[in-house]
C-alpha cells in the first residue's frame, strides 16, 4: 500500500527532530537551558545527555514502525503523541511558553491525522 503524503511528512519532522536532539546532546551544554528534557518528563535527576540520546534512539524506532505502516507504528505513535502532547499541556498553564502551546498543537494534529489514516495501517493483503 503507499504511504499517504502526511505520514512521510510527519516521519521526516520527526527524523529531524531526533537528528536534533541527538546533536544537541553531544555539542549544547545541557546545563544552558532553564530546564531540560529529562525535566519535562518528571526526571530531574537523570543526566540530560543519555536522555535526549535514548529519546531520539526511541524516536526513531517508533518513526521507522510508522513510515512502513506497521500496526506497532500506528499504536506507538499514538502513544508517543499523546505522551508528547499531555507533557506539552501541563507545561503549558505551569510556565506559559510558545514552544509548549506548538507543542501541544503539532501533538494533537499528527494525533488527529494518525487516527483519520489508520487504515492505511492496518490493511490486509490479499492474495489469490
Known amino acids: ?8 511528512f510527519i516521519s521526516y519532522f520527526y527524523i529531524f527532530g531526533a537528528v ?11 546545563d544552558a537551558e532553564e530546564f531540560g528534557i529529562a525535566d519535562r518528563f518528571g526526571l530531574p535527576n537523570f543526566p540530560e545527555q543519555p536522555f535526549r ?5 526511541v524516536s526513531l524506532i517508533i518513526i521507522n514502525g510508522y513510515m512502513r505502516l506497521k500496526r506497532w507504528g ?14 506539552s499541556y501541563i507545561l503549558l498553564f505551569s510556565n506559559n511558553q510558545q514552544p509548549f502551546t506548538g507543542n501541544f498543537i503539532w501533538s494533537v494534529i499528527v494525533l ?3 487516527l483519520y489514516v489508520r487504515k492505511s495501517f492496518f490493511h490486509v493483503e490479499k492474495s489469490f
Open 20 to 30: 536534533v536532539l541527538i546533536f544537541t546532546a553531544v555539542f549544547i551544554n545541557p
Open 53 to 57: 540520546i535514548i529519546l531520539a534512539v
Open 74 to 87: 500506528f499504536w506507538l505513535m499514538i502513544l508517543y503523541s499523546f505522551g508528547f502532547g499531555l507533557i
Open 112 to 114: 488527529i491525522y494518525t
Open 1 to 8: 500500500m503507499k504511504r499517504p503524503l502526511g505520514v512521510s
